[in-house]
């Protein structure tokens, strides 16, 4: 199928010519941005840095992974400059304080809006039995070390004042079908309700009846599952060893009523718990896996498929197999986008950079659906990669050109990304071990910056 899809490059080319859709790359119109404006009633005098212009420079900075504030600026005065305008100051300062006067619910909103558009009209084959899969998972990201940032996210008690960094748990949803992020909650990572679990709890409201959740075995517990059934929403998580093992007797697939615990746990409130059932009624799995140099494991999956005629074991095992995408779109973020170490020093800010990082990540996915759809693959076999460089490339020049150029978009979209689609490699395994040897000269600061100072200070 994909030397097909290679071999076919003169086809689309025709296709595209004759196609009455003139462009295949979303962008985010400014008529979008202003309706937002008007809708949160945000008031703005007319600057250089209008919203409009100030979300694209950060969205800007975001896919050009590492670019700095005053690179931003830069590319702008460039484009001032190739339009005959009056160019303003080369100092960051402007920029950055029309970002921070938008309000973090401005990037809540356009996020939302982008992910409208991803997940609209849905084909079925993209479905699991109709219903749209939902994933949740976690992870951790550091944040610069300043005195706002660890008041807000404080690290552990053990730990020394001075040594680290700042670091916040965010709990992501995501949707499996075409990687999208619904959603995400930051929280401290120490102390009560800052668990996944506890993340989702908060999160309910972007599920809707007839979704799947799909989840680890964190998620597989009483508070979960019971909740989600509430609502209408369907299960599929591991559940631990010593919770299921003795229940089964070497059966693979059965159904178990579990009866809910007296103790109310730290994700749920009093009066929420008391509002659950007082048992729930779910099927149990047994997978068996068998990877390439070890030993066959077991897994037990829980889910609230009960009807083994509608949907099989062998569905439930493919399904959960998926789960692993919420890892790798993890993976997209934290790697590939440059997400794994924030770079705004206040808490406010650092809401904002983490809208725009998922407002840029739903835009490179949104370029993967659009064109999945016309080739006619799954979202999963475009590059990831791929996309961000071409969209990044495809912001430069039409920024900069003025949409002067006279290359054919679509036709270098459709040539690089069928040229770089994603192999199939279900059982592919790999040591998890580093080649290179990380090489220091310096040590590690064990007090404050200005401590180390004085002692230098002295010294000479």
Same mark, same amino acid.
């Given at each position: 199928m994909f030397s097909c899809?290679?071999?076919?490059?003169? @086809?689309h080319q025709i296709f595209l010519k004759e196609s009455s859709q003139s462009n295949l790359i979303p962008s985010l119109g400014q008529d979008v941005v202003e309706t937002v404006v008007s809708d949160l009633n945000i008031k703005y005098r007319k600057r250089r840095f209008d919203p409009y212009t100030t979300l694209l420079m950060f969205v800007g900075q975001i896919l050009d992974t590492g670019s700095s504030c005053q690179r931003a600026v830069t590319l702008f005065l460039i484009k001032l400059n190739l339009a005959n305008e009056k160019l303003c100051s080369s100092a960051t300062a402007a920029y950055c304080k029309a970002k921070k006067r938008l309000p973090i619910i401005f990037f809540e909103k #356009?996020?939302?809006y982008i992910l409208g558009l991803c997940c609209e009209n849905l084909p079925q084959e993209w479905l699991f039995k109709g219903s749209h899969v939902k994933v949740v998972d976690g992870s951790c990201f550091s944040l610069p070390d300043t005195k706002d940032n660890r008041a807000s996210f404080p690290m552990k008690t053990s730990s020394s004042k001075f040594n680290g960094f700042p670091t916040t748990r965010a709990v992501f949803i995501f949707s499996l079908s075409t990687g999208a992020v619904i959603n995400f909650i930051l929280s401290s990572l120490w102390g009560k309700g800052t668990g996944e679990t506890s993340g989702l709890m908060k999160m309910w409201?972007?599920?809707k009846p007839g979704d799947t959740l799909l989840g680890d075995a964190l998620f597989g517990c009483y508070p979960v599952v019971a909740s989600a059934m509430m609502r209408g929403i369907q299960v599929v998580t591991e559940i631990k060893k010593d919770m299921v093992e003795k229940l089964l007797h070497g059966r693979q697939d059965l159904l178990v009523t579990f009866t809910k615990p007296k103790r109310t746990p730290l994700c749920m409130s009093t009066e929420d718990y008391a509002k659950l059932p007082e048992g729930i009624k779910v099927r149990i799995i047994t997978l068996l896996i068998a990877p390439r140099g070890y030993r066959v494991q077991k897994k037990y999956i829980l889910t609230t498929y009960i009807d083994s005629s509608i949907v099989s074991l &062998?569905? #439930?095992? %493919? $399904?959960?197999r998926q789960r692993w995408k919420a890892e790798t779109n993890l993976r997209s973020l934290k790697e590939y986008m440059g997400m794994e170490s924030m770079?705004?020093? @206040?808490v406010d800010m650092i809401y904002k %950079?983490?809208?725009?990082y998922i407002i840029s990540y739903n835009l490179i996915r949104l370029q993967m659906i659009v064109t999945a759809q016309h080739l006619a693959l799954l979202p999963d076999q475009i590059s990831f990669t791929a996309t961000k460089s071409f $969209? %990044? &490339?495809y912001r430069n020049y039409t920024e900069l050109m003025n949409g002067a150029s006279s290359i054919n978009w679509n036709i270098l979209l459709i040539h690089l990304l069928s040229n770089n689609l994603v192999g199939k490699r279900p059982n592919r395994y790999e040591p998890r071990a580093l080649k290179k040897r990380e090489q220091t000269k310096y040590g590690y600061l064990t007090g404050s910056r200005l401590e180390a100072k004085t002692k230098l200070w002295k010294l000479h």
């Open positions: 899809i290679r071999s076919s490059f003169k @086809s #356009i996020s939302y409201k972007h599920f &062998q569905d #439930i095992a %493919e $399904l959960y770079s705004c020093k @206040s %950079e983490f809208w725009t $969209l %990044e &490339q």
